[in-house]
């Protein structure tokens, strides 16, 4: 069986085609579907990672604040039930006493008079005192308590113990609000640090308090704390303190750590404190970026999927038309009893039917096409040897035309001896451009082979000379001064010599007559005349030209 190449090429073309397009569509539609499940996802993450961000911080800010307003109530507490302001000093004692045994996180109490000197104090433990005050602080808490206002500190570290502690102060007032001084309370922040430990479940992400300056009150990492580092230069610490706002913020920018953060915060009222919680990027999105490459591998498993399903449809729809491919060649290379197989889906056999039906019909119109084909190669066969007849008979005439065209054209311009010395040129009709070339040729050649002495141009038939005609006639006459003969023109007629001084035209170089038989006359008289003279007779003058 003979099959060419190109049925299988094109059936391999349309094999791809298929398979290419139902992958792009299988792959289009997965695509589109993940992306905006995936897109659906991401906002899903992005509302819950700042919900979860969100509920840290307030979980903090609330810890510490009930901590702090724990301090103020006890410490108020005691400043009115026990009239710290006015007691003695044995009941000041006793009083404090017994609020180091109610709060644990109470390190010690001071009581300073409006003098600033110390009046009582106490400590949690026995023969140790936390040395906290200095003069810089001490007119810190002063100024303040005088205004009737609550004073926190920042962190202060113990140089003895290690541990962190904050300074709380309120004004000593009586019962009529008369102000007797200051309570401090040195306070143990490690309850703090504890509270910002358990906001960071994540080894990676950092919780910290910071105040307006940036200094680090508390943070998961104690390191920085010890080590004293300032969060002025964060994005959402900046925005803490420029706007002194107290609602919850979530940010994306550089944390404290450098690395790129998802951050909240919540500020408290009093004191001017911020909870911020961060959490890298990476650890951030790394459910969702877990959740893409979930879909990543569905996705190409779906494809791969699509695929081998596109390339067994692309088969089974193109193996019908393959066959049919190579029965179109079969009966390309001159098979006609061919029939196609009919198999395939309904409209491939409704094809193949149809094919079979064409087959045959081509094959019938082969056959009434041959028998045309053989009469019209006769018929032509008859016309072509009809007309290369003809084509023959036509030469001959053309070179006979030529021949004739020859034979007028030198009847045209004869060149005649009239004389032994002259020759005359009758010109009869209109004189174009060629012709006036061609009466050039014809008078010089025939002055070469005759050496005649005289040629006779007769004009008498020409119907009209214009500038060209007469411009023509004098160049004979100075082509034939330089061949050593004389032009003599005949037979100018009165409107061809006013058509020539109309024109403008200096002919005086010409000889004229008016017509052959005086130019012979003449020619005849001046030949006398000269054999008289040569014969050393009387002189005489020939009347010619």
């Known amino acids: 069986m003979h099959v060419t190449r190109s049925s299988p090429a094109l059936a391999r073309s349309l094999s791809f085609t298929l398979t290419l397009a139902l992958i792009s569509l299988s792959v289009v539609a997965l695509l589109v579907s993940n992306a ?14 700042a919900n979860q961000q969100q509920s840290l911080a ?20 005691a400043i009115k039930m026990s009239s710290l302001a006015t007691a003695p000093a044995e009941q000041r004692t006793e009083s404090l006493e017994r609020l180091l045994v109610l709060d644990p996180l109470l390190e010690q109490l001071i009581i300073l008079d409006d003098d600033r000197f110390v009046v009582t104090t106490v400590s949690q433990h026995r023969g140790k005192t936390v040395n906290f005050l200095d003069q810089a602080l001490i007119d810190d808490i002063m100024q303040q308590t005088m205004l009737r206002n609550h004073y926190v500190s920042s962190l202060r570290i113990d140089a003895a113990t290690g541990e962190p502690g904050i300074v709380l102060a309120l004004p000593l007032v009586d019962a009529f609000e008369n102000y007797h001084g200051s309570l401090i309370a040195a306070v143990n922040a490690r309850f703090l640090w504890e509270t910002i430990r358990r906001q960071t479940p994540d080894p990676a992400s950092l919780a910290y308090i910071v105040d307006r300056q940036g200094n680090l009150l508390a943070c998961s990492d104690t390191a920085r704390v010890l080590r004293g580092d300032n969060a002025a230069g964060v994005a959402i610490v900046q925005k803490f303190a420029r706007e002194r706002s107290a609602s919850i913020q979530t940010m994306h920018y550089a944390g404290l750590s450098g690395v790129e953060v998802v951050g909240s915060y919540e500020a408290l009222d009093e004191p001017a404190w911020a909870v911020v919680v961060e959490t890298p990027r990476a650890v951030a999105y790394r459910p969702v970026l877990n959740d893409l490459g979930v879909s990543g591998l569905v996705l190409l498993g779906a494809m791969i999927v699509s695929g081998g399903i596109g390339v067994y449809l ?50 019938a119109n082969l056959e009434t096409l041959e028998q045309r084909v ?22 001959r005439l053309l070179e006979e035309i030529a021949q004739q065209r020859q034979v007028i054209r030198e009847l045209s311009v004869p060149v005649l001896p009239v004389t032994n010395d002259a020759l005359v040129m009758p010109l009869v009709g209109a004189i174009d451009t060629e012709r006036l070339a061609d009466i050039q040729d014809r008078a010089l050649h025939a002055l070469q082979r005759s050496r005649a002495r005289y040629l006779l141009v007769d004009i008498t038939g020409v119907p009209v000379v214009d500038s060209q005609v007469a411009q023509g006639l004098i160049a004979i006459a100075s082509m034939c001064r330089l061949l050593g003969a004389e032009m003599v023109l005949i037979g100018i007629r ?38 008289v003279a040569h014969n050393g007779g009387a002189k005489g003058r020939g009347n010619g030209f």
């Not at 053989?374 to 030469?395: G, I, K, S, W, Y």
Request: charged share 25%; hydrophobic share 45%; net charge neutral.
């Open 494 to 531: 009165p409107e061809v010599a006013q058509t020539i001084v109309g024109l403008g035209l200096n002919l005086s170089s010409l000889h004229t007559a008016v017509d052959l038989q005086t130019v012979l006359r003449d020619l005849a008289l001046r030949r006398d005349y000269h054999g």
């Open 314 to 363: 692309a088969r089974w729809l193109t193996a019908p038309l393959v066959n049919l491919a190579r029965v179109a060649d079969r009966i390309t290379s001159g098979e006609r009893d061919v029939r196609v197989a009919v198999r395939g889906p309904r409209e491939i056999q409704v094809l193949a039917r149809a094919f079979t039906t064409m087959t045959a019909q081509l094959e």
């Open 58 to 77: 307030h979980s903090a800010a609330v810890e510490v604040r009930t901590f702090l307003d724990t301090r103020w109530n006890v410490l108020t507490t």
């Open 36 to 49: 905006l499940q995936m897109a659906s996802n991401w906002q899903v993450h992005q509302r819950a990672l």
């Open 374 to 395: 053989a009469q019209r190669t006769a018929d032509l066969q008859e016309a072509l040897a009809e007309v290369e007849t003809r084509a023959r008979e036509q030469a």
